[in-house]
């Protein structure tokens, strides 16, 4: 449904349009976007993005690239914009309030998870150009965003016990646990030591005193105790290493950036399965989480189609 735009936003829309230049080198702000009765600024919209810009402008990139990548930066944010002008228009609509105390609260949670006094905060907020009033305002409407998106989105997802046990069954191998390596190794650098080594290892040695003995790595004093593994958290060139090893058997020696290695393969330990009981809490969370992501997206998408949206980039 498109809406009207009321006679008051046409004649902000006119005044911003026409107002004089202080200097002729001074730039005129001017509208963006129209989102019902609101308006965003390309002075508001400049403020958001300008933290990214100067990282972006500071990366290095091309002339072509970083126009590209500037000018995606400004689009996604001016929509981020248009979706908190909607969101805030919701929260005039259903009249939701946050309290001093609920301000002070959440000032005080930042100081001290920041480790500032009051001092410090205001501090930072001139740097910023920002006064405290300015600031308990933005934490205001900090605050309200999320007890809407709990009224209207949140508080409408249920996730069923029949929701979890599907999921479970469908990612059964994801909690079937995986295999697990316990390997050692020895790390030498200079070859003459290395024929020695590998006639000791043909003898039989026990590895871990010859780790002792010949390894230049950290641990050497534990006999080349590397800890467990995944598999898939190896080298490729370690995984082909170990693959045919059985436990108690140790690779040929392996050149590496580091110098001549052999890992050692002390034991393989059993996947331990993880059951519904044990996986519910994680599971639950996790099937919210996309619910809330997938009906959120659904009903900001729901707001923009009835609103009047324009954008002027």
């Known amino acids: ?48 993005i300008r933290p990214y810009a100067q990282k972006i402008e500071s990366a290095g990139y091309s002339g072509e690239k970083k126009t590209e990548i500037l000018f995606k930066l400004r ?42 006094t009051q001092e410090d905060l205001e501090a930072a907020l001139e740097h910023d150009g920002l006064d405290f009033a300015e600031y308990r305002e933005k934490i205001r409407q900090e605050i309200l965003r999320p007890k809407l998106i709990n009224y209207s989105v949140k508080s409408k997802v249920i996730v069923t016990d029949g929701d979890i046990r599907a999921y479970y069954e469908k990612h059964a191998a994801e909690y079937a646990g995986v295999k697990e390596y316990h390997l050692f190794n020895i790390l030498v650098t200079m070859e003459d030591r290395l024929e020695s080594l590998k006639a000791r ?6 590895f871990k005193a010859l780790a002792r003995e010949f390894s230049e790595a950290p641990n050497a004093g534990d006999g080349g105790d590397l800890g467990e593994f995944r598999m898939e958290t190896l080298s490729d060139q370690l995984k082909a290493a170990i693959a045919g090893l059985k436990e108690g ?22 996947p331990q399965a993880r059951t519904l009981e044990q996986v519910k809490d994680e599971i639950t969370k996790r099937l919210y989480d996309e619910i809330v992501e997938e009906k959120f997206s659904t009903w900001i998408e729901s707001l923009r189609e009835k609103s009047y949206i324009k954008t002027m980039l």
């Open 1 to 48: 449904m498109i809406r009207t735009i009321s006679l008051g936003l046409a004649l902000i829309c006119t005044v911003l349009f026409t107002l004089p230049a202080v200097g002729t080198a001074e730039m005129v702000d001017r509208i963006v976007a129209i989102v019902n009765d609101d308006i965003i600024t390309l002075m508001e919209l400049n403020k958001a």
């Open 75 to 116: 689009t996604d944010m001016l929509s981020r914009l248009v979706d908190r002008k909607l969101t805030d228009q919701e929260v005039k609509k259903l009249r939701m309030t946050v309290t001093d105390k609920e301000v002070d609260a959440a000032i005080e949670r930042l100081k001290q998870a920041q480790m500032m």
């Open 201 to 206: 290892l043909a003898d039989g040695e026990d």
């Open 249 to 270: 058997e140790h690779t040929d020696v392996i050149p590496t950036h580091q110098g001549y290695q052999v890992f050692f393969l002390e034991s393989v330990l059993a």
